[in-house]
């Protein structure tokens, strides 16, 4: 299985700014496709972004402009660049790969705005 560690969310202004990183486990990293996902308070997770193998990249409409998914192939990490947040973007963030399938979730990290 896959191993999945979220970091760098914290509390931040509405406008702020926060880096998000996915630590990710195993020898395969570079040849996955990874997404990130967020669920805030009382609703269902969404997607949010991804990046496949060949750093082709797609974001959820309402984060698109403000958000970008990046990759580091030779440190097996995702990173997550949110700038403008919004307090709709509060949530807990989380990644996973989509293709292998979905693996175990970790533990997200709480992302909040909020003035």
């Known amino acids: 299985q896959v191993q999945l560690v979220e970091s760098g969310g914290g509390l931040v202004q509405p406008g702020g700014s926060l880096r998000l990183s996915c630590a990710v486990s195993g020898r395969l990293f570079s040849i996955y496709a990874m997404g990130w996902y967020r669920q805030a308070p009382g609703k269902q997770r969404e997607w949010v972004a991804q990046?496949?193998?060949?750093?082709?990249?797609t974001y959820l409409d309402s984060v698109s402009g403000r958000f970008t998914i990046s990759r580091d192939n030779a440190w097996n990490t995702m990173y997550l660049e949110m700038n403008n947040l919004k307090p709709e973007d509060t949530a807990v963030y989380y990644c996973?790969?989509?293709?292998?399938?979905?693996?175990?979730w970790g533990q997200g990290t709480q992302v909040t705005v909020s003035s």
């Open positions: 990046i496949t193998r060949e750093s082709r990249i």
């Open positions: 996973n790969t989509i293709i292998p399938a979905a693996q175990p």
